[in-house]
């Protein structure tokens, strides 16, 4: 079962392009909506950022197989002149093909 302190480390890519680990909270599952949310609460990513959350919904086709996958990226930078986070997007792309090719494989 869910637990709202639940936390996980991880490898992800920072705001440079560089590797930078991460730790995250889990702020909320909504298995009727199939969301997840996660705040970052430690890590490297925290030198560029006061705050980054990420939230991720899988929505159902509807009439057609397979579903469409949202990334919602909420963050404030810590200098407000820093460059946008593309690095973190090309990341959501590629984690969102792995899990792709995970499904299709299982079917």
């Given at each position: ?5 639940y ?32 705040r ?20 159902p ?18 200098i407000v ?12 792309v590629e ?8 499904l299709?494989a299982?079917?």
């Amino acid at each position: 079962m869910w637990s709202p302190t639940y936390i996980s480390k991880s490898l992800t890519i920072g705001a440079d392009g560089e590797a930078a680990m991460t730790k995250k909270r889990v702020e909320a599952v909504d298995p009727e909506k199939n969301l997840i949310k996660f705040r970052v609460i430690e890590g490297d990513m925290m030198k560029d950022f006061k705050s980054f959350v990420s939230t991720i919904q899988v929505i159902p086709k509807h009439g057609e197989p397979g579903s469409v996958v949202k990334w919602h990226m909420e963050y404030e930078k810590i200098i407000v002149d820093a460059g946008h986070p593309e690095t973190i997007l090309q990341l959501a792309v590629e984690i969102s093909k792995d899990i792709d090719e995970y499904l299709l494989a299982e079917e």
